[in-house]
């Protein structure tokens, strides 16, 4: 295996096609993504319980909607006093349609009793890539980290104005972008996928 002449990224979030556009813009390819593909483009749920199932999942149906390899991932929040929760429902953990801004409100509103010594979280992603002929690939990326009640930065989406990564005193969302990927759960998970594609 090594990198396909065209990959697709298998995402409708404009939020996280920007940031996989950063993480990945030395890959040796041209991206295929919903903002500029004409046609149809597969509206994939996330039924699983796994960040893996879930990210070739997205991974799969993209490849074979469009007969071209494609790229997608899954990632959430794990608290520790949550027991390691909401995990891979973080993008529901406010319900089903939940909005960024719902489901940041609900983990505020479950962890501000907790004292915050007892707030430390990670964030962890699974990056997979599948091509139309079955094969798959998939890598992890973890980023340690811990909690604060009172949000803080406008960068970032997601649980970002909250988490604190392991060396910092910023949250995710007070850095800059390129601060952020190069520390973050996508970023390392990404940069894993392309090194096992990159040794064949």
């Known amino acids: 295996m090594t990198f396909p002449v065209r990959l697709a990224i298998a995402s409708r979030n404009a939020h996280k096609l920007r940031e996989l556009g950063r993480i990945c813009a030395d890959w040796p390819v041209t991206w295929i993504t919903v903002e500029d593909h004409e046609g149809p483009w ?8 796994t960040y893996r199932e879930n990210a070739l999942t997205k991974a799969r149906e993209v490849a074979t909607a469009l007969g071209v390899p494609a790229i ?3 990632s959430g929040i794990e608290v520790d006093a949550l027991g390691g929760g909401p995990g891979s429902r973080s993008a529901r953990f406010a319900g089903e349609d939940a909005t960024d801004a719902e489901n940041l409100a609900k983990l505020i509103e479950t962890i501000v009793a907790t004292a915050p010594e007892r707030r ?3 964030y962890r992603c699974v990056a997979a890539i599948a091509w139309p002929d079955g094969t798959e690939l998939t890598a992890e990326g ?6 604060v009640a009172a949000p803080r930065g406008a960068r970032g989406f997601g649980y970002d104005p909250v988490f604190v990564p392991q060396g910092s005193s910023r949250t995710m969302a007070e850095l800059a972008d390129g601060e952020k990927d190069a520390i973050s759960h996508r970023g390392r998970a ?11």
């Open 142 to 147: 973890v980023c340690e980290g811990a909690l």
């Open 72 to 74: 997608a991932d899954d």
């Open 120 to 122: 430390a979280a990670r």
């Open 190 to 200: 990404f940069r894993a996928l392309r090194d096992l594609l990159a040794a064949g």
């Open 42 to 49: 597969p509206d994939v749920q996330e039924p699983h319980d």
